[in-house]
């Protein structure tokens, strides 16, 4: 004997019928089979309206009522020959008038009991299953169909009845004996009776524990459960981008999933087959030929320790805490006594082992009841004042790692609430039992979304790692960024497996969100079509989307941008900064951010601060974590003043040079920064700063090369005036040709000290051989002493610090 159970939506309507009927006809071949459906799917779900609109008085559930009628009338002219469709019309007629007759009596009496609600819903699993018998019948397939209500006994819990093994398992043997020819039967799921036989119910999603119970008291060779679903997945696929199937899992395991919100399977219809060890496979109607999952004892072992991930959505968190219940024996007692009390159902249940305090999680529906009763039940300790009042915190959802053989792997828990924390999901509360199936966590409901792909991600994902980019500027950096985003997307997926997916872009104009990826390849129509620019709705727009490894790239010189930098850290949100103004203002906020960043697990990343592309900070960190210290740094740092001073000779304008210099995108929008010092002064701090020193930039001293008159007005005017001091630029070239030497504006850091200045730098200094654009960084230091190591390349141009930026965010997803 086999049991097939087929749910709403495989017999939703008369096409889903014949798949099913298909199905079963080829099951049959096999062996003399059960058949157990559902109501038409959304029917349950009708009548409950209908029922609670005739108790409310509303006329409208007659109304309701008749669209019931219609479509089983519909399914049933879709279904059968002409000739064959009155004694079933009949039938679905007589059951849809008795069905008026009892919602005119609840509309009479303007009340509705469990006892009555559990009748009217009856209707659905009855009339779909004489209409699918009906319709075997037509095709001249003998069936029996069988009223479940006959076989099933309850107590009379209406509404979710419990079964009586004995009486049912007595009853259904009886019953399958003395019909030995019959080989295929119909029965209704869902539906039962109790010992007055009177019509009680199984729970939503009964229908598969109906076909549970059957199956066991007829020890059946298997069960299938056949869905829209093509077997249990790893995780939700409407929460989850790339859920996996689950081909083989074991009894305990389902029961953990499906009891922790995997809505395949009904959860008290594993533990029947499972007493019996028979296999339950969850099966596909509208995918036949998909392989299924499989629930047995003995499962294949998949390599992983986690076969599942889980959620409990709407929970709320109830503390009971005070210094009275230390070493007190009968508080937990007295609590669950008196949520029990109340029908109050206990989700999970943790404790600290200081005894001061327990906490467990409801039905957030609950929350409020719960609150009256158990303040009642310790009236007396709360009026002492040895017991708080019951805290109770909404809001919230559980979160669940599923799997047999967590208790064989050392380290799970800290690998999930690792991945958790480095997001910025915040865990409430945790549970786990002794049998290392199952680790739960209490976090934000608004957590869901981002905590499930996280650990989905982290336990599951082999095929890529997903990164979420939000790009703030689109200038000279910010395009070639984009550029070579789009260019490497093939290489980093097939090579490193990661994915980045650009989320928002922003310039000073326009912004967008798409929440699936900007498309690259068009990003400046799509920008251009964009909203305002805002820079506190840019913010919200990636702080409350919540996704999971979220970086914030920063390409503009803008000071507001900066300033928002703390708000993304506080929110675990990652920071990769091209922008030097967060990492030269006061060194309290550097200080403030770096802290924000390791307390809140993100990454603050601003390699391109110092040298463009070149690995500069990435050096320094290295050398002080293997436990060496800086001494002295010597460097020319800015590429565009190495450029001018590679290319003036006296001959040709100073400010042509420099012209040429911004033409060609080496300088600040407003080169003075450049040419004053000032910049320099910010890299040569940040190096300081990075070494372990509190420098602030008036602790710098700059030797400015640029007369005062240069420094005034507008960028034009800047260049007006340098035209007019060109003979003092002259004779600073003059001076160091006439050493021998060559002009390089140096950076210094020594024992604390910090300055910059033009110097004249003779052939054997390692300054000398600096051509084009190109930055040297030369550490002394207590390992490099006589030898500096020294760190050379080109220190400015959009492309390299493109690179560099995108260096920095490869960094944040790889740690």
Request: charged share 20%; with cysteine.
């Amino acid at each position: 004997m086999q049991v097939l159970k087929f749910g709403g939506s495989s017999v939703a309507n008369a096409d889903n019928i014949n798949k099913v009927v298909a199905l079963a006809s080829q099951a049959l071949t096999k062996d003399r089979t059960i058949l157990v459906v559902s109501a038409l799917g959304g029917i349950t779900d009708m009548l409950i309206r209908a029922a609670s609109s005739a108790a409310l008085g509303e006329e409208s559930y007659k109304e309701q009522l008749q669209q019931i009628e219609r479509r089983h009338l519909e399914t049933v002219r879709a279904l059968l020959p002409l000739t064959g469709q009155s004694s079933v019309l009949s039938a679905v007629k007589t059951r849809c008038n008795e069905l008026e007759d009892i919602c005119s009596g609840v509309f009479l009496l303007g009340e509705l009991s469990a006892r009555t609600q559990d009748k009217i819903v009856s209707y659905g699993e009855l009339l779909s299953s004489l209409i699918i018998a009906a319709r075997f019948e037509a095709l001249g397939i003998p069936n029996t169909w069988k009223d479940s209500r006959q076989l099933i006994r309850t107590d009379s819990r209406y509404g979710h009845a419990v079964v009586d093994f004995t009486q049912t398992n007595a009853r259904t043997l009886d019953y399958f004996i003395n019909h030995p020819t019959a080989n295929l039967f119909i029965l209704p799921g869902f539906i039962a009776a109790d010992s007055n036989d009177i019509t009680t119910t199984l729970g939503r999603g009964g229908s598969d524990y109906t076909a549970a119970i059957i199956a066991a008291a007829l020890d059946a060779r298997t069960l299938e459960i056949w869905t829209d679903v093509s077997g249990m997945m790893t995780a939700d696929p409407r929460l989850v981008t790339n859920p996996r199937l689950i081909p083989h899992i074991s009894y305990q395991e389902a029961m953990e999933l499906s009891h922790f919100g995997a809505k395949v399977i009904y959860p008290p219809t594993i533990q029947p087959v499972m007493r019996k060890g028979i296999p339950v496979w969850i099966k596909n109607t509208f995918a036949p030929a998909d392989p299924g999952t499989v629930i047995e004892f003995d499962t294949v072992h998949n390599g992983g320790s986690i076969r599942g991930i889980s959620t409990i959505p709407r929970v709320a968190l109830l503390s009971l805490e005070g210094s009275g219940m230390v070493g007190i024996p009968g508080f937990s007692k007295r609590l669950f006594e008196a949520l029990s009390g109340q029908q109050i159902n206990v989700i999970l249940i943790t404790q600290g082992s200081s005894e001061h305090s327990i906490c467990v999680g409801i039905d957030e529906a609950n929350a409020a009841a719960a609150k009256l009763t158990v303040d009642n039940a310790f009236n007396h300790e709360i009026d002492t004042g040895t017991v708080e009042p019951l805290i109770i915190e909404t809001g919230l959802a559980i979160i669940a790692l599923v799997g047999d053989h967590m208790k064989s792997h050392p380290g799970v828990s800290g690998k999930m609430f690792g991945a958790l924390g480095r997001n910025g999901v915040n865990v409430r509360a945790i549970a786990q039992g002794s049998s290392e199936r199952n680790i739960s966590a209490v976090i934000a409901a608004d957590d869901v979304r981002k905590a499930i792909n996280v650990l989905h991600e982290e336990f599951f994902e082999t095929t890529y790692k997903q990164l979420n980019l939000f790009i703030t500027g689109t200038g000279n950096v910010g395009r070639r960024l984009i550029a070579q985003l789009l260019q490497q997307r093939a290489y980093l997926q097939e090579q490193l497996r990661i994915q980045i997916r650009v989320i928002g872009l922003a310039n000073s104009r326009k912004m967008i969100f798409n929440n699936e990826g900007i498309d690259l390849h068009h990003w400046q129509e799509h920008l251009e079509s964009g909203q305002p620019m805002q820079l506190d709705e840019w913010i919200a727009g990636v702080t409350t989307r919540n996704l999971r490894n979220t970086v914030v790239a920063d390409v503009t010189a803008n000071a507001e941008v900066a300033s928002r930098y703390a708000i993304l850290l506080q929110k675990s949100i990652s920071v990769v900064a091209c922008n030097k103004i967060a990492c030269s203002s006061i060194y309290g906020n550097y200080r403030l951010l770096k802290d924000l960043a390791r307390e809140f697990n993100a990454r603050f990343l601003f390699e391109t601060n110092v040298g463009a592309g070149l690995p500069v900070i990435g050096t320094l960190n290295d050398l002080l974590r293997s436990g060496d210290k800086v001494r002295r740094i010597q460097a020319v740092l800015s590429g565009t003043l190495n450029f001018v001073f590679n290319n003036y000779n006296g001959q040709r304008p100073f400010s042509d040079v420099v012209r040429q210099a911004q033409e060609e995108g080496y300088t600040e929008p407003d080169p003075r920064l450049d040419l004053s010092g000032t910049d320099v002064m910010r890299k040569i701090m940040i190096l300081a700063r990075e070494s372990g020193e509190k420098t602030e930039m008036e602790d710098i001293d700059n030797l400015s090369f640029m007369p005062e008159s240069c420094m005034q007005g507008s960028v034009e005017d800047f260049y007006k005036a340098m035209s007019k001091e060109e003979s003092h630029f002259r004779s600073l070239y003059a001076a160091a040709e006439k050493e021998g030497k060559k002009l390089k504006f140096v950076a210094q850091y020594d024992n604390g000290k910090a300055s910059v200045g033009l110097q004249h730098i003779g052939p054997e200094h390692d300054l000398y051989h600096l051509y084009g654009k190109d930055n040297v960084v030369l550490f002394y230091t207590d390992r490099y002493t006589e030898q500096p190591l020294v760190v050379k390349g080109a220190g400015a141009g959009a492309e390299v610090t493109a690179s560099g930026v995108f260096a920095d965010i490869l960094r944040i997803i790889n740690s």
